[in-house]
């Protein structure tokens, strides 16, 4: 069995390897990013979303009125996200 988190970080993140200046809330990144076919909700989306924020692999803009947005953040990151994505398979 799969783990839904791991699948979530693996599918955002390959999705920022082919849109490198993507950044949206968790909300657009569930309706825009991921697959429709997928075996996780929102809340393994926010789990996946939070473990990458946690490894430094994206960020987190947040504001008093919006919901946050999350995005790869910097050229740099990219390296770090397809090995972290190398390590997840």
């Known amino acids: ?11 955002i ?12 809330t968790i909300e657009g ?3 825009w990013w ?3 076919s997928r075996e996780y909700g929102i809340a393994e989306i926010s789990a996946a979303l939070l ?17 946050p947005l999350y995005s790869l ?6 390296q770090s996200l397809e090995d972290y994505l190398r390590s997840l398979e």
């Open 1 to 11: 069995m799969k783990d839904p988190v791991s699948t979530a970080e693996k599918d």
């Open 51 to 67: 473990e990458l924020e946690r490894g430094a692999i994206l960020s987190v803009w947040k504001s008093v009125s919006a919901q």
């Open 73 to 78: 953040g910097s050229v740099e990151r990219a």
């Open 13 to 24: 993140l390959r999705y920022l390897l082919a849109h490198r200046d993507a950044r949206d």
């Open 29 to 31: 990144i569930e309706q």
């Open 34 to 36: 991921l697959p429709q």
